[in-house]
């Protein structure tokens, strides 16, 4: 059932889970860095190691995770990690009443979260094709876009403004809330999800890293996916896994490709939370594109998700 700015009552509900878990994501980060400089008095280089114990998890288990959370349900990894990370950032504000905060722990704090993060990433990004319907996952995608673009905004003032007045400690407790609002309302979400895939083996999994670092790069139009696990229908066409460059100048029909989704690419489970909806996974997105005219000077036109970015001047689609 769809129901007008919110597409449907599910999509309504992982909106909301959504909007406030990146906002209070923004606020996390700033109030981790005020915990370093004003309560535990760090040096700036401490701030330097919270950023990379916040980011390494992306570097180091980015592509595994992409394809271990490929063949599994994504709502309950949703729901199961930011229950852990509101534990995670619950600990803080303890072990600082406990008078047992420093540095290190901290840093093994930020590194678990991060990689918490990680696989919900991974799984929220693939999960919106499951959500909705095809003629609807572009207007999905930019309702979620808007609701990130304000939290991005809020987030550090609103963490500044909890700083200042309770203190950087018990400003985590409040992000750590957030995550289980989270995790709270998208347990009101009904869906039925394929399966998980049974008998992961370690051959496979690597099969599935390399066939997700080469798929977007050895095809620039981003053809027809050779994936056989995408943990649902490979014959549904999907677009968004990759950047797609196309001529500005061209003439062509409606057109799809299908997608391996989540299976170990990088961009999916490496990327900040900032661009997080590149809709990966099994579930369908359609992509069209028509004779267009613009400048020399923008002759190439990319793509994102598979529907076309601003361009110079508009096309006669």
């Not at 918490?116 to 693939?126: D, E, K, L, P, Q």
């Amino acid at each position: 059932m769809r129901n007008g700015f919110f597409i449907s009552r599910s999509f309504s509900h992982y909106w909301r889970a959504d909007a406030v878990s990146v906002l209070g994501t923004y606020v996390t980060l700033f109030s981790l860095q005020a915990l370093v400089v004003f309560t535990l008095e760090g040096p700036p280089s401490d701030v330097g190691w919270l950023n990379a114990a916040r980011w390494l998890p992306y570097l180091v288990f980015g592509l595994v995770i992409g394809a271990l959370v490929d063949g599994r349900r994504r709502l309950p990894l949703m729901i199961g990690t930011d229950l852990v990370q509101a534990v995670l950032l619950l600990s803080v504000p303890l072990l600082w009443w406990l008078d047992a905060l420093s540095l290190g722990p901290l840093l093994v704090i930020v590194f678990l979260y991060g990689t918490a993060a990680v696989v919900n990433m991974a799984a929220t990004m693939s999960f919106l094709p499951r959500l909705v319907p095809r003629d609807q996952l572009q207007p999905a995608h930019a309702r979620i876009d808007g609701a990130d673009a304000v939290g991005s905004m809020a987030g550090p003032a609103i963490g500044g403004v909890l700083v200042s007045t309770i203190g950087a400690p018990l400003a985590v407790l409040v992000d750590s809330l957030t995550y289980l609002y989270s995790a709270l309302t998208l347990r009101r979400i009904d869906i039925d999800e394929p399966p998980a895939r049974t008998g992961v083996t370690v051959r496979g999994l690597l099969g599935d890293i390399v066939e997700g670092v080469r798929w977007p790069t050895a095809d620039p139009g981003c053809g027809p996916s050779r994936s056989r696990r995408t943990g649902g229908s490979s014959a549904t066409p999907s677009s968004a896994s990759c950047w797609r460059r196309t001529p500005a100048r061209s003439s062509c029909r409606p057109t799809s490709s299908a997608g391996s989704g989540r299976s170990g690419e990088w961009g999916p489970s490496g990327a900040p939370r900032s661009p997080r909806r590149w809709a990966g996974g099994s579930a369908p997105a359609a992509r069209s594109s028509c004779a267009t005219r613009s400048s020399p000077a923008a002759s190439w036109r990319w793509w994102w998700r598979g529907s076309p970015r601003r361009s110079p001047q508009p096309s006669r689609c």
